[in-house]
């Protein structure tokens, strides 16, 4: 834990995001709007000040070992910040959700009632080694009212604390306030775990990486938390899948970007189809490649396939591996999916259509597919800009966040000398 001053150094700052949010929270749209294009512009017009410190986090992680799925989710290039800088002015030109009524009614007594959204008031986060989200969190917490306190671990604290930095200068240069959003990384695990017991400075707090980090979160925070899920995502191949959909659906959730949550960790076959599907869609796999983890009706199709444990079936891999089983039908393939999903995402492919319809309603996930990569399951892909993270819990919000989840709503009343008899 922090001393004494670092305690006091910390509760310092999070009291002036504190008061930065009383700001954000009355801020015109147009005022969000461009602080927004001041951090765009400073992202695009810093790619030599970003990148090398950026640089220096990788090649820390190497020396220390991080695995190939969590460097590739720590880089940061000239093309991943021309697109975070594209996702910031999306964001920018997004409808603002701040003051919509969302309900109300006129009471037989004339009292007039509103429902209208209001911002939570400071945003923690918590999350390793993605730089890409103190982007993200930053843009998507100004554009709804709040303001954003953010952990982002020791393996991309260079390249945070530059990023920081700019979307500081960039809302100072708008008339917005800069303590909008901090950075708690110089306090080390102390700065997480402060954040954890912050009530009164933190209104909601979302961790978003590994199961452990997720779990620690919601197991020792005193805050509300917005739980973002691991990734053991499915795809079942269904008996009347056709042959062209499972080897493209198939390779693109597992191939395009596998260090992603929304990427493919289990692939399951109809057996009715495997003879039919598995090779083709296997050679697909292992050509850009792909290891194949097997059960045992697999490994007869598949000889070269590892033998598949356990562990294979619960695995988040990040990496170009995919745990496949053959099963018997829809029945065996929700229950397996039942047994080991983490309520992300699961797609079916399929022609049959009471079987689309029986996996939609059945899967209980945040994102339920037919015949669709689960690739798509992304805050941008979905027409937000961004996303927060992607919620796996049932309360408040599920699947990609954006701007409506970072809000909450309050009731208005409107009424003329109303007393209550």
């Given amino acids: 834990m922090p001393n004494t001053l670092e305690r006091t150094s910390l509760d310092e ?11 954000l ?21 810093n790619i030599e000040r970003i990148t090398p410190a950026n640089r220096l986090d990788l090649d820390i992680g190497a020396s220390n070992g991080l695995s190939t799925g969590l460097l590739d989710r720590l880089t940061l290039d000239e093309r991943r910040l021309g697109a975070l800088a ?39 986060a918590i999350y390793e080694a993605r730089p890409n989200v103190t982007i993200d969190i930053a843009a998507l917490a100004l554009k709804s009212g709040n303001a954003a306190v953010l952990r982002g671990g020791s393996a991309a604290e260079n390249t945070n604390r530059v990023l920081v930095e700019l979307i500081s200068d960039a809302l100072e240069s708008v008339g917005l306030p800069g303590d909008a959003v901090q950075t708690v990384d110089d306090f080390g695990r102390a700065g997480a775990a402060h954040l954890m017991r912050a009530r009164g400075f933190i209104d909601v707090l979302i961790p978003r990486g590994s199961a452990d980090l997720i779990n620690t979160v919601v197991a020792e925070s005193t805050v509300p938390v917005i739980e ?17 959909w499972a080897v493209d659906i198939v390779h693109n959730a597992k191939v395009q970007r596998p260090s992603v949550c929304n990427a493919i960790e289990t692939l399951l076959v109809h057996r009715d189809a495997a ?4 090779p083709p869609v296997v050679r697909a796999l292992t050509a850009s490649g792909v290891t194949i983890h097997g059960d045992d009706r697999v490994r007869r199709l598949v ?38 999903s983490t309520h992300h995402t699961e797609s079916i492919v399929t022609n049959d259509h009471a079987n689309a319809e029986r996996f939609l309603a059945e899967v209980d996930s945040a994102v339920v597919m037919v015949n669709a990569s689960t690739r798509f399951t992304d805050g941008g892909e979905f027409g937000f800009g ?17 701007l409506p989840e970072l809000t909450s709503t309050k009731w208005l009343v409107r009424g003329s000398g109303h007393v209550r008899a």
């Fill in 13 to 23: 700052r999070l009291s002036a995001a504190k008061r930065a949010s009383a700001v």
């Fill in 25 to 45: 929270a009355t801020a015109t749209a147009d005022q969000k709007n461009r602080g927004l294009r001041a951090i765009a512009d400073a992202v695009r017009g």
């Fill in 86 to 124: 594209d996702a910031v002015l999306e964001i920018a030109a997004l409808v603002d959700p701040v003051g919509e009524v969302i309900g109300g009614k006129t009471l037989p007594n004339g009292l007039k009632l509103s429902q209208v959204r209001v911002p939570f008031g400071v945003v923690g």
């Fill in 228 to 244: 973002t899920g691991a990734g053991v995502v499915h795809v079942f191949l269904d008996e009347s899948a056709s042959e062209e």
């Fill in 275 to 278: 003879d039919r599907l598995l």
């Fill in 303 to 340: 000889p070269d396939a590892v033998p598949a444990t356990e562990d294979d079936w619960r695995a988040e891999y990040y990496t170009l591996d995919l745990a496949v089983a053959i099963v018997d039908d829809l029945d065996a393939a929700l229950a397996h999916i039942a047994e080991y």
């Fill in 386 to 402: 961004a996303e927060v993270g992607i919620s796996t819990q049932k309360l408040h919000a599920r699947g990609p966040m954006g």
